[in-house]
Every structure is written in structure tokens, then in C-alpha cells.
């Protein structure tokens, strides 16, 4: 055997040894160009140069001539994916951002330590363990905030309304990130679930919380993967597979590297894989939110009701580099089971890709080698994401707000207002507050609400010219429903705050008009033919 073996090398080494060599020689001039760079600009260069830094970026500008999506990560961005694929993590449960050089609370999970203490969205975080925060970066907090389980960290806050800042001392402890935010029955018979992202746990979250809507008589489901920027490919695959039969194809991926030539099928019927179904996408639906999507749509499972997704179709491999560092690589293409890429094109910069989302939906227009159909023989057109089976424009929470509205929404201005209201009987913060607005479950947004807003808008430097006054009118029905959005999550929970938008949400009231569609639809793909066809 050894023999055998040394002559197929000595032969193998003759017919490609010369091509290999080849291609190592030039790979490693490319590497004497680089270092021979570096070595130069650090004891050449007339100002200070961080070797990491220079090494981070340079892969990165190799990476950016590659594709929208291959990217290089520091050890923080590395860390930071991570906790999201795992969904998982130490310390209070809050995200922070810098604000005017003030550490502040953008977000809470329900349920964590920051929620049971009090600590609300727009918190400024003015001391960490005694020492002054302002002026610190989010990863100095970071680092003082999140410790073992079970350690403690005094926080002290500074709050509108208060005129003392507020101390807390908070125990850190797991903190898991839920990806299914919001689950519920809208009426007797239809249930809701939002599957806001992708992460190792969101498979078990959305069987438990369907299990639980089960038990409440659910008879149909919408889907809401708006918004959803995609996640694990495995995860992608369990999610289809909870709504088809099993066999079905779910995707396939092509690519370079070995094993990313896989065709993955649903190993078992999916335990809602005959309830009618429709599912909300919008243009910020993308990748792994795709992938179910576009198997439910092909399988002709359910209806697709919203936007035309982003369109990302390309497979990230994640590899660890050195010092923690991370390389997002694409190492493969993924394809709907009628053979669709769902991957746009993208210009030489990016620039037209990567702003997709912020521009207005067209018309597509379709190449016909891009022509695939459904099991039933629906016709569906790959290479520009999924278009809905019924497209109603919705990019902010399901409205189409004017560009006013969408300023709005882009400073905050609602979750800004939140900030002026406590619950009635929430005791977590003990010290009174001035001018402060009490509210309870079940409020109406009224016209005294409706001018206090607009006095925010006032004091905050919005004009109110002919123009502005006409947006404002257009969007008194979507103005009114984020400002209630916005005091349900700052107070009550998740789920009163979608479970209240639902009632007015555009898109989720117009899928609910079309659930005698999605039965049909459900009893086709249970023909013989259809059934054929996806063995096939």
C-alpha cells in the first residue's frame, strides 16, 4: 500500500505538480508584495500606523472587490456575530449606543435584569461601578457592564422627568436574544408569529410559540418575516420544514469548495403543514428568510403578501482568523426548488445594491431564462428576490408613509415621545417623576396626544410649512399607530405593542383578506400531481 501510494503521488506529481507550483510561485510574490508594504510603512511612515489596523483594512479592501456580502470582522464585530448566531450572551440584556458622548439605552429584552429593574429605552447610562460613563465608547461600557452570571454592576441613570439620576444596582445574568418577537392570536382562528432573525435557538422558538397558539384553537397563521435580515442556513431549513411535508425540496446550494454542492429536503412532515398560510416579506426580507419564503411560494404552500424581498442568494461561510478576528466568505449560491436564484445583480461599487431597501419598488421586468413555475404551475421569476404572490407597498412596520412620516421614523421622533410616559402600578423605579404623563393597557391615542406630538416636533426643529402640514394629514393614521406602538414596547410588552399595530398594520389586515386564497391554494399542493412534482 505504501508503495501504491508513494508512486500515485510521484504520478499525480507529475501531471499537475508543475500547475501547482505555478500557482503557489505567484501567491507567494503576492505575499512578499504585502509584507514587504507593511514592513516599510512601519518604520518609514512619518506618523503612527497600527499594524492590526492595517492588516484588518487591507483584507477587508480585498474582500469589498469580491461581492456585496464576503467582509472581514475585528475581534469586536467577530464577537458580536457570534452572540447572534448563538442567541446568547452575560450580562444586563440591553443595547446601548453613543448619543452626544452619552452611553444610551436603545433597547431591552424582555424579562432580563435591565427590564425587572426599570431600565427603559432612552436611559442614559451616566455611571458604571462609580465611575463616569459619559464620554465613553459603547465598547468601554460593554466591558463594564457584562461579567459572570450571578455579579452585580451599579448603574446610575438619567432619565427625563427625574431630576436625580436613578441607582440601581443590577445582577447580570444569561441573557438569551429571541428572534420570534411577537406571537398571538389575532381573531379566534388566525394566529400571528414575527420571525424578526435568524439565530441557533429560532427553530425551537417558533415550534414553542406555535404550540402555544395551537392550544388557543389556531386554524391559519401569518408569517411576518418582514424585516428579517436572515441567519443560519440550517435554521432557514428547519423553519420551511415546519410547514411541509416531508421530502419536499427546501434549497440547494452550488459553489466552489467541497460539500457546498447540497440539496436539503424536509426530513419529516412539518407539524403545520396543513393549516393555511400566509406570509408578510418586505424589501428588507432577505437571505435566510428567502429561502423559506421562496420554498413555501414554489411548493405553493402559502401566499407571499408584502414587498419584493432584497435579494441575497449567496452562502456566507464563517471562518476564525487569527486574534478572534473573523472572515465572512462566499462560498456558495442558493437556489429555490423550481431552480430560482434569487441573487440581484449589483453594479462595480455596490451602490445600487446596497441601497436597494431605501428606494421606491418598480415593476420588474424579467428575463424568461430566469422563468420558473410552481408545483401547481404558477409562473415565478428568479434574480431579483422574491416577488410577492400580492404586493402591497409597506417598508415602514406595513405602512407607506409620505417622505414626512418617514423622517419621522428615522429620528426616532415616536420612541422619543414614549419617553414622556410611565405605566400606571409600575413600582421598579421608586423616585417620582415630574411631568410625566400615567397611562394604562388598553390607552387611546387622542387629540391631546396628537398635539403634544406635534409640539415635540416643534421644539425639536421641524417646520410645519404647507407641505409638512399635507404629509401630516396623510399620516394621521400611521402617526397615531407608532406613537401607540411606541408607549406599548416602552412599557407594557412585545407582544401587546404588535398584537395593537396588527389592528391598523396595512399589510397584516390585508393578508388576513386573503386566507380563502390560501386554502386553494393549500388543497392544490395537496393534488397527486403536485405531489409528483416535488419528488420529481
Known amino acids: 500500500m505504501?508503495?501504491?501510494?508513494?508512486?500515485?503521488?510521484?504520478?499525480?506529481?507529475?501531471?499537475?505538480?508543475?500547475?501547482?507550483?505555478?500557482?503557489?510561485?505567484?501567491?507567494?510574490q503576492h505575499y512578499e508584495a504585502f509584507t514587504k508594504a507593511l514592513a516599510a510603512i512601519e518604520t518609514t511612515y512619518v506618523g503612527e500606523a497600527d499594524s492590526e489596523q492595517l492588516v484588518y483594512r487591507a483584507v477587508g479592501g480585498m474582500l469589498q472587490t469580491l461581492d456585496p456580502h464576503s467582509s472581514f470582522m475585528d475581534p469586536r464585530s467577530y464577537a458580536q456575530l457570534r452572540e447572534r448566531q448563538e442567541g446568547r450572551y452575560y450580562g444586563l440584556g440591553i443595547t446601548i449606543n453613543v448619543i452626544d458622548r452619552a452611553i444610551t439605552v436603545m433597547?431591552?429584552?424582555?424579562?432580563?435584569?435591565?427590564?425587572?429593574?426599570?431600565?427603559?429605552?432612552?436611559?442614559?447610562?451616566?455611571?458604571?461601578?462609580?465611575?463616569?460613563?459619559?464620554?465613553?465608547?459603547?465598547?468601554?461600557?460593554?466591558?463594564?457592564?457584562?461579567?459572570?452570571?450571578?455579579?452585580?454592576?451599579?448603574?446610575?441613570l438619567r432619565r427625563r422627568g427625574y431630576?436625580?439620576?436613578?441607582?440601581?444596582?443590577?445582577?447580570?445574568?444569561?441573557?438569551?436574544i429571541p428572534t420570534v418577537q411577537g406571537a398571538f392570536m389575532i381573531d379566534e382562528a388566525i394566529g400571528y408569529v414575527r420571525l424578526r432573525d435568524f439565530s441557533e435557538t429560532s427553530s425551537r422558538e417558533l415550534q414553542a410559540a406555535l404550540h402555544e397558539l395551537d392550544e388557543l384553537g389556531m386554524e391559519k397563521l401569518v408569517l411576518d418575516l418582514r424585516d428579517n435580515p436572515g441567519g443560519p442556513l440550517d435554521q432557514a431549513i428547519r423553519v420551511s420544514n415546519e410547514f411541509l411535508p416531508r421530502?419536499?425540496?427546501?434549497?440547494?446550494?452550488?459553489?466552489?469548495?467541497?460539500?457546498?454542492?447540497q440539496d436539503y429536503h424536509a426530513r419529516e412532515d412539518g407539524d403545520h403543514n396543513d393549516i393555511p398560510l400566509v406570509v408578510l416579506v418586505n424589501r428588507n426580507s432577505a437571505s435566510a428568510s428567502e429561502i423559506v419564503s421562496g420554498a413555501i411560494q414554489d411548493h405553493d404552500r402559502g401566499l407571499i403578501v408584502g414587498e419584493t424581498t432584497f435579494g441575497k442568494a449567496l452562502v456566507q461561510s464563517i471562518y476564525r482568523v487569527s486574534q478572534d478576528?473573523?472572515?465572512?466568505?462566499?462560498?456558495?449560491?442558493?437556489?429555490?426548488?423550481?431552480?430560482?436564484?434569487?441573487?440581484?445583480?449589483?453594479?462595480?461599487?455596490?451602490?445600487?445594491?446596497?441601497?436597494?431597501s431605501m428606494r421606491e419598488q418598480k415593476a420588474a421586468e424579467h428575463a424568461m431564462s430566469e422563468r420558473r413555475f410552481t408545483?401547481?404551475?404558477?409562473?415565478?421569476?428568479?434574480?431579483?428576490?422574491?416577488?410577492?404572490?400580492?404586493?402591497?407597498?409597506?417598508p415602514v412596520e406595513g405602512f407607506d408613509p409620505t417622505a414626512v412620516g418617514r423622517l419621522l421614523t428615522a429620528r426616532s421622533e415616536f420612541a422619543i415621545f414614549a419617553e414622556g410616559f410611565s405605566a400606571e402600578g409600575d413600582t421598579r423605579i421608586q423616585e417620582v417623576a415630574q411631568g410625566r404623563q400615567l397611562v394604562s393597557r388598553g390607552f387611546v391615542v387622542d387629540d391631546a396626544m396628537m398635539a403634544e406630538f406635534r409640539s415635540q416636533l416643534e421644539s425639536r426643529g421641524l417646520?410645519?410649512?404647507?407641505?409638512?402640514?399635507?404629509?401630516?394629514?396623510?399620516?394621521?393614521?400611521?402617526?397615531?399607530?407608532?406613537?401607540?406602538?411606541?408607549?406599548?414596547?416602552?412599557?407594557?410588552?412585545?407582544?401587546?405593542?404588535?398584537?395593537?399595530?396588527?389592528?391598523?398594520?396595512?399589510?397584516?389586515?390585508?393578508?388576513?383578506?386573503l386566507f380563502p386564497e390560501a386554502e386553494r391554494l393549500l388543497n392544490v399542493s395537496r393534488q397527486p400531481g403536485a405531489v409528483a412534482a416535488r419528488r420529481e
Open 325 to 356: 478576528a473573523g472572515l465572512a466568505l462566499t462560498t456558495a449560491q442558493y437556489y429555490t426548488p423550481s431552480g430560482r436564484i434569487i441573487q440581484r445583480p449589483w453594479d462595480d461599487t455596490f451602490d445600487e445594491y446596497l441601497t436597494y
Open 163 to 176: 431630576d436625580q439620576l436613578i441607582d440601581l444596582e443590577v445582577e447580570r445574568d444569561e441573557i438569551t
Open 107 to 156: 433597547n431591552l429584552f424582555e424579562g432580563s435584569p435591565a427590564y425587572r429593574k426599570g431600565i427603559r429605552r432612552g436611559d442614559v447610562i451616566a455611571r458604571i461601578a462609580g465611575e463616569n460613563a459619559i464620554g465613553k465608547t459603547s465598547d468601554e461600557a460593554v466591558k463594564l457592564l457584562r461579567g459572570p452570571k450571578g455579579s452585580t454592576v451599579e448603574v446610575s
Open 375 to 394: 408545483d401547481g404551475g404558477r409562473e415565478v421569476f428568479g434574480g431579483g428576490g422574491i416577488e410577492p404572490d400580492h404586493f402591497l407597498a409597506g
Open 247 to 261: 421530502g419536499d425540496l427546501i434549497v440547494y446550494t452550488r459553489g466552489r469548495v467541497q460539500n457546498s454542492d
Open 2 to 28: 505504501a508503495v501504491a501510494v508513494v508512486i500515485a503521488s510521484a504520478l499525480l506529481g507529475g501531471l499537475f505538480g508543475g500547475r501547482v507550483l505555478a500557482g503557489q510561485d505567484s501567491l507567494s
Open 463 to 513: 417646520t410645519f410649512d404647507e407641505e409638512v402640514e399635507e404629509a401630516l394629514g396623510v399620516d394621521e393614521t400611521f402617526i397615531r399607530a407608532m406613537m401607540h406602538y411606541e408607549i406599548d414596547l416602552a412599557l407594557f410588552s412585545l407582544d401587546e405593542a404588535r398584537q395593537n399595530l396588527a389592528a391598523t398594520d396595512p399589510q397584516v389586515q390585508y393578508a388576513l383578506t
